[in-house]
């Protein structure tokens, strides 16, 4: 349905501004296609020549200057973007099929159920069910008030058991994610995932990290900020190495280095005390950088060396007990070679791997998240 109604103008309607709410979501979908160069347009506007709809939208505490003088979007904002994010990809799937993951195993959690029982010792008083308890006192004291309780009266609701699960999103920065709507898409479904496990499930830690040439862990700021690294070279075959230490000249940013998203990734995860941990990956393309060392070695067409290197990052996941699932997206062409590696990245973890559309790729991801968090592993 159209957010808009026309008719014509007879002098006698009157005329509604928008409200700062609309303006800032107007301002966020370019941020969200374009990362922060839409906020460093601003930076040389003065104060006092500010547009009416960024004053408003900054009296409304969703932008404002940071101790630079540079905007940014304020916390108020970005939780803004996140649940708009959210409530507009739970629109675009089954939202029956999306939900808070429970297990079969009875014990104190956070969702109650309808079944109730009497309270045992070291049950959390949260889980009262505090109609039946009164009930209860009230029949044994055989009416009247005050009513009296007992600890015989006490009843608590069941709950469903649920694990606490960390997770590590890696988002392909390459030059390629810049075509098709693949980045905006992508961000806009990681920001919805982070609303997501704010929401629903407050216990669990989840971590942004884009790889392109390197691999960098993202804010929730950086992330709404970020964009795809640009193109700085066009050759067709490239092979260069450069020292991680002492890199001779500018090191192209626009590479594909899985493995550098991976290794980060995994050190992140092992950090966490979560019983299950795992690691979205969304790519466009195979892997064109590798680590060897203190290097980074850039090669381009993918080769078989960077594929093994990546490869042995991911048994390196595995043997840690954490879940990998990857996600390539095809574009407007079948795209055997991505197919066939993510594939194999399935294979050496024994996790999950597809090929999908960017129209699709929310209901993946956030499938993927929440069979993640099904697997419970025990360490021994």
Excluded at 11 to 31: M, N, R, T, V, W
Excluded at 184 to 209: E, F, G
Excluded at 244 to 266: C, E, M, S, W, Y
């Amino acid at each position: 349905m159209s957010e808009y109604e026309y008719s014509k103008w007879d002098g006698s309607q009157e005329f509604l501004p928008q409200s700062a709410d609309k303006l800032f979501d107007q301002l966020s979908e370019y941020i969200l296609q374009y990362g922060d160069d839409v906020l460093r347009n601003l930076e040389d506007v003065d104060d006092d020549d500010l547009p009416e709809v960024i004053e408003l939208i900054q009296k409304d505490g969703l932008i404002e200057r940071d101790d630079e003088g540079k905007w940014r979007v304020t916390p108020k904002g970005i939780r803004r973007i996140q649940d708009k994010s959210l409530h507009e990809l739970f629109q675009t799937f089954n939202r029956d099929g999306i939900g808070r993951h429970e297990t079969q195993q009875k014990g104190e959690g956070t969702v109650s159920l309808e079944d109730t029982r009497p309270y045992v010792y070291g049950d959390s008083l949260a889980n009262i069910d505090m109609h039946e308890t009164l009930k209860n006192a009230y029949i044994r004291q055989g009416g009247g008030v005050p009513i009296r309780l007992s600890h015989e009266d006490y009843i608590v609701h069941e709950t469903e058991y649920q694990t606490r699960c960390a997770t590590v999103v890696l988002i392909d920065m390459s030059g390629s994610m810049g075509r098709y709507g693949k980045y905006y898409t992508t961000k806009k479904v990681a920001i919805a995932l982070q609303a997501m496990v704010r929401a629903q499930y407050p216990q669990d830690s989840i971590q942004m990290i884009g790889f392109y040439t390197f691999a960098s862990p993202m804010t929730e700021r950086q992330l709404l900020n970020s964009a795809p690294k640009p193109v700085s070279m066009y050759d067709s075959r490239v092979h260069l190495r450069f020292d991680l230490d002492k890199p001779q000249g500018r090191v192209p940013q626009h590479f594909t280095n899985i493995q550098a998203g991976l290794r980060l990734a995994r050190s992140h995860l092992l950090r966490q005390s979560a019983a299950n941990k795992q690691i979205i990956v969304i790519t466009d393309g195979e892997p064109t950088a590798h680590l060897e060392g203190r290097e980074v070695v850039l090669i381009y067409p993918p080769a078989e060396k960077t594929a093994a290197h990546t490869l042995n990052e991911v048994r390196r996941c595995a043997g840690a007990g954490i879940r990998v699932s990857s996600y390539a997206l095809i574009e407007d062409y079948f795209y055997i070679g991505l197919v066939n590696f993510v594939q194999e990245m399935a294979r050496v973890s024994n996790g999950v791997a597809a090929y999908c559309s960017v129209d699709d790729l929310g209901k993946f991801v956030f499938e993927s998240f929440i069979g993640g968090r099904h697997t419970r592993r025990y360490r021994e």
